[in-house]
């Protein structure tokens, strides 16, 4: 408990008593206020009513957990844009963008795009939002996870959502075809230490990891590919820092061309892909 933090108490005291460090205080001070970040500099001699105060008490606890922020605050920002994120989905990640960078550049002008696996949305709901040519469709095996989706595709794109469909990868899109198919699949390796480690102990399991050897998802992904792209079609996928070479491989047997993997702001080869004649 936390016995300074009752009704009453000014912003000003919350920041200076915050066990939290100066920006994530900051963050879940402007949730329970509905004060900007100038206003908390402005008005900080405003005080919490009761309900805000246990509102503040609450969040910092689960915080001092470990919760992830994004979590606490409810959104992530991702390619610009405020996904809703809640523990029915990843976390969008900086890295990702890389993913949705390269297929703006190589879905073709009025193309069709299918993200596998789409969580929150944030990939198809990004490139929609860059490209309303497109035709994009995501599929999600979870439920919960497409809610989500959905709830961010109607905030960010009403005018032009994505397809969103329930589907175990390529299940509900028989005789289907894409220009271009992205993926950021499941690919920790069961038993990794991380996952019971920082932010991945939060977040859905099922959504990071295989349960296996980290690689099955692109092993379906990949095998599936070509009763599912067009001509020339282009397949990218993200994967884990040290996964680049057996992503590749699988995608040469599959009889892709220009394979290649694509490195992200930290010098990490963390998108393979290639092209299917």
């Not at 990702?96 to 190589?106: P, R």
């Not at 099922?206 to 690689?215: E, Q, S």
């Not at 001509?231 to 699988?250: C, F, K, M, S, T």
């Amino acid at each position: 408990m936390l016995a300074w933090l009752q009704a009453g108490v000014s912003l000003a005291d919350c920041q200076r008593r915050s066990p939290l460090d100066a920006l994530e205080t900051r963050m879940l001070l402007m949730q329970v206020s509905g004060l900007s970040r100038i206003q908390l500099i402005t008005q900080d001699d405003t005080r919490l009513s009761a309900e805000q105060a246990a509102q503040l008490e609450r969040l910092l606890q689960r915080r001092l957990q470990g919760e992830p922020m994004a979590y606490l605050s409810g959104t992530r920002e991702f390619f610009g844009l405020d996904f809703i994120t809640t523990a029915a989905v990843l976390i969008p990640r900086p890295d990702t963008e890389l993913l949705v960078e390269l297929a703006l550049q190589q879905a073709p002008p009025a193309g069709a795009l299918l993200d596998l696996g789409t969580g929150s949305g944030a990939i198809a709901i990004a490139v929609a939002h860059q490209r309303p040519d497109l035709k994009v469709s995501a599929v999600d095996l979870s439920p919960a996870a497409l809610a989500i989706a959905r709830q961010n595709a109607q905030r960010l794109l009403p005018q032009n959502p994505p397809e969103l469909l329930q589907s175990d990868w390529y299940g509900a899109l028989p005789g289907r075809r894409f220009h271009c198919i992205v993926s950021n699949p499941p690919y920790i390796v069961k038993d990794d230490p991380h996952l019971s480690q920082g932010d991945l102990r939060f977040e859905p399991l099922n959504a990071l990891t295989d349960h296996g050897d980290g690689l099955s998802a692109y092993r379906r992904i990949i095998d599936g590919a070509a009763a599912h792209l067009q001509p020339q079609g282009w397949i990218l996928l993200e994967h884990g820092y040290d996964q680049a070479e057996p992503v590749r491989q699988l995608l040469q047997q599959a009889g892709f061309e220009q394979v290649q993997s694509w490195r992200d702001l930290a010098g990490i080869e963390r998108v393979s892909g290639g092209q299917l004649y």
